[in-house]
Nanobody
């Protein structure tokens, strides 16, 4: 069982920045593909960004050029740096850890982009 704890959400004005963090309890954190998903009211949960064990990353089109995912295996932490935030980025952001058929979720952290 892997526990994931997110932090860093909050209220920010349009154009602002936030950095989300997710600390994992996995002893073999470095082999997991780590991802950030988000879900807003009335919408399905969507993949925002993910980073593999080999440090390959990919992003959903709407955040390319604004968000950056990174990982620190020594700290068992994955980050999501979010810049130039827009109101449509408002959602609950969830951390995900995946290895073959196993996956785990964090409890989520709320991000609100509003003036």
């Amino acid at each position: 069982q892997v526990q994931l704890v997110e932090s860093g959400g909050g209220l920010v004005q349009p154009g602002g920045s936030l950095r989300l963090s997710c600390v994992a309890s996995a002893s073999s954190f470095s082999v997991y593909t780590m991802g950030w998903y988000r879900q807003s009211p009335g919408n399905q949960r969507e993949l925002v960004a993910q980073i593999t064990a080999g440090i390959n990353s990919n992003y959903t089109d709407s955040v390319k050029g604004r968000f950056t995912i990174s990982r620190d295996n020594a700290k068992k932490t994955v980050y999501l740096q979010m810049n130039k935030l827009k109101p449509e980025d408002t959602a609950v952001y969830y951390c995900n850890a995946r290895l073959f058929t196993r996956q785990y979720w964090g409890q989520g952290t709320q991000v609100i982009v509003s003036s």
